[in-house]
């Protein structure tokens, strides 16, 4: 299920991203498609307030779509995790420090000494 969902929100993104490149920017020049008269936009069989008004509802719905599959993905593997950390299964493991092997006192650093003059 958590796949089939994965796969349809992957096409709805795609789909978001590709009906916002088209829409005609609100500064001109951005945008790839839409906008002028009736031999722009889609080859003259809509004008370009029809495919601009197209494009947005077109937009509403996929971003709609986007944010209840996010949100439904999101309910759904929250869900399916075990509630705790994964650090709560693993088991402790503490290291010691090896234990000296002789009983002698550690040797104390000798105080540097002067050069010898020649």
Do not use: W
């Not at 796949?3 to 096409?11: F, G, K, Q, R």
């Amino acid at each position: 299920m958590l796949t089939v969902l994965l796969v349809i929100h992957l096409l709805v993104t795609i789909g978001l991203i590709g009906i916002v490149l088209i829409q005609k920017s609100e500064g001109g020049a951005l945008g790839i498609g839409g906008g002028g008269g009736s031999g722009g936009g889609m080859g003259g069989f809509m004008t370009g307030r029809e495919t601009a008004n197209l494009l947005t509802r077109t937009t509403a719905v996929l971003a709609t779509l986007f944010m209840g599959l996010s949100l439904t993905i999101a309910v759904i593997s929250n869900q399916s995790i075990d509630k705790g950390s994964i650090l709560d299964s693993v088991p402790a493991q503490i290291e010691k420090a090896p234990a000296p092997t002789s009983t002698e006192a550690p040797a104390t650093p000798k105080a540097p000494s002067a050069p010898i003059a020649q």
